[in-house]
């Protein structure tokens, strides 16, 4: 799950301007039979095609992909799976278009379809961590730093030293004002890898140096360790 740059907070932007980040790792595993050729990692391709365009291809793709995910899951209500491969799609086709609409209502609409599978998916299987990041990152871009912070915080306590929670949450306490909570993350994030594997050193060290700024020209922010 890519972050999206127009969505980023002012604090966060001084590390993308020039970087492809990965939030996070997306939700591992096989992909049932059947479902691979509509869950799979093949990308929307925007790069010919612009405008109404993209939405209608977006459209025509992430539809019978949402279709098929629901037939499926209709016939195995309890598929983590199917659930995870639902928000995802949602959150892509959210991400697809976007970028090309000031309108917020279907995106918004689609995210919010996500985090209604994420949580579905996290009632069956309340342990799995990399369901319950993605679930925060949704919960991100739908301009919900607070509750993604909240949901890194479970994660975080059960597991100090998960990577994709420790560089996402440092991402969503500094949006949520929770500074030292986020450079405490992010430096146990650069602790834990130097070589970027699950996240981003670079975007890490930046927000850490944005956060001291900020540190330093005003009152200290409210902490509140998970």
């Known amino acids: 799950m890519a972050i999206d740059k127009s969505r980023t907070a002012p604090i966060i932007k001084i590390g ?21 050729a509509f869950f799979g990692t093949s990308k929307t391709d925007t790069g010919t095609r612009t405008g109404g365009g993209v939405l209608e291809d977006a459209a025509q793709r992430f539809a019978g992909q949402v ?8 016939s195995d209500p309890a598929s983590l799976t199917v659930l995870v491969a639902l928000a995802n799609t949602y959150g892509d086709w959210a991400s697809a278009i976007e ?53 890194v ?14 560089f996402n949450g440092g991402i969503f306490y500094a949006e949520a004002g929770r500074d030292a909570d986020a450079a405490r993350v992010l430096n146990t994030y650069l602790a834990a890898d130097p070589n970027g ?14 956060l001291a700024k900020r540190q330093s020209a005003g009152p200290a922010s409210t902490a509140s360790t998970p």
């Open 16 to 36: 993308i301007g020039f970087l492809a980040i990965v939030l996070a790792i997306s939700v591992g595993g096989s992909i049932i039979p059947g479902l691979a």
């Open 67 to 74: 279709a098929y995910g629901e037939q499926a899951l209709a």
């Open 99 to 151: 970028t090309f609409t000031s309108d917020p209502v279907t995106p918004g609409m689609y995210r919010e379809k996500a985090v209604t599978y994420y949580r579905k998916a996290l009632e069956i299987e309340p342990g799995d961590f990399n369901v319950a990041v993605d679930y925060a990152i949704t919960l991100y871009y739908s301009g919900r730093a607070a509750e993604a912070a909240s949901v």
């Open 153 to 166: 915080d479970g994660v975080l306590a059960k597991d100090p030293k998960f990577v994709p929670a420790l």
């Open 197 to 210: 594997a699950q996240g981003n050193p670079d975007v890490a060290r930046n927000i850490i140096a944005e």
